[in-house]
């Protein structure tokens, strides 16, 4: 069974930073792309970050230089570094792969930037 828990969300101020957690199981995790997706209110589930099996990432514009995705395969966990957090940000958090066939998404985790 595939399970992902995110963890880590909060409520920041605007230029503070969180780090969030995806804790996987039931898959192949060190072998499996792993990403970061984001939906704001009343908007659509957006892209973030994505790490491959090698390490290599790619990130949306709007996080490019503020968020660092990474991983560690000996705990089957994927993080997100956010750092000089803006109210745009605001948004539940999910992390996600494609595993035989299939996507995955945990449940999600609120991240919210306010003053």
């Known amino acids: 069974q595939v399970q992902l828990v995110e963890s880590g969300g909060g409520l920041v101020q605007p230029g503070g930073s969180l780090r969030l957690s995806c804790a996987a199981s039931?898959?192949?995790?060190?072998?499996?792309?792993m990403g970061w997706y984001r939906q704001a209110p009343g908007k659509q589930r957006e892209w973030v970050a994505t790490?491959?099996?090698?390490?290599?990432?790619n990130y949306a514009d709007s996080v490019k230089g503020r968020f660092t995705i990474s991983r560690d395969n000996a705990k089957n966990t994927v993080y997100l570094q956010m750092n000089s957090l803006d109210p745009e940000d605001t948004a539940v958090y999910y992390c996600?792969?494609?595993?035989?066939?299939?996507?995955?998404w945990g449940q999600g985790t609120q991240v919210t930037v306010s003053s």
């Open positions: 039931g898959i192949i995790f060190s072998r499996l792309t």
């Open positions: 790490i491959t099996s090698i390490g290599s990432t």
């Open positions: 996600n792969t494609y595993y035989v066939a299939r996507t995955y």
